[in-house]
């Protein structure tokens, strides 16, 4: 086995490699194709030319498999990114006040409010998930929508403050 083996992983590894783009998938597939081979060493042929056949057959089926596999991968990736699509998509800087909001939050505060406002989690839900107190989550949430309130009128204030960009100051 392991003169047929040593005598033909050269060969294997080039025809991986005319097959596929990178060649570090190609080392993978002459890897399973070799633990194959082992797995089903009592059906290796006695002769050279027959267990070279052998293995380029496990090789070509290795391919197969392994094309199947990442077809259904990009079939299943599609699928996933039309399900995530939204239909009304925002603009790119909508929202961009409460993002900004969010992160200026402590970590803890600002995954609470991520998980609850943006995942769907009720805050109870929030708490299992971050392994605290629901009561910790609910007074962790009360003190991050004030803070959160406080930033986004701040935001609003100095916003109506300031002259827009490249517009005359206006007289009082």
Do not use: C
């Not at 009304?88 to 969010?102: L, Q, S, T, Y």
């Amino acid at each position: 086995m392991t003169d047929a083996i040593a005598s033909n992983s050269i060969d294997l590894l080039h025809y991986f490699e005319r097959r596929v783009d990178r060649g570090e998938d190609a080392a993978d597939l002459l890897a399973e194709t070799m633990m194959t081979a082992w797995r089903r060493v009592r059906a290796l042929p006695h002769d050279d030319e027959g267990a070279r056949m052998w293995l380029f057959t496990i090789a070509r089926n290795v391919l197969g498999n392994a094309d199947r596999t990442e077809r259904r991968r990009w079939r299943l990736a599609n699928r996933l990114r039309v399900m995530l699509e939204p239909a009304d998509a925002p603009g790119a800087d909508e929202g961009h006040e409460v993002r900004d909001a969010v992160d200026r939050l402590s970590p803890d505060l600002a995954e609470l409010v991520k998980l609850v406002h943006w995942d769907g989690f009720t805050v109870a839900q929030a708490a299992d998930i971050l392994g605290i107190p629901a009561s910790t989550a609910r007074t962790r949430h009360q003190r991050a929508k004030e803070e959160l309130r406080a930033a986004l009128l701040s935001t609003a204030l100095s916003r109506a403050r300031s002259p827009k960009a490249g517009a005359a100051p206006t007289r009082i």
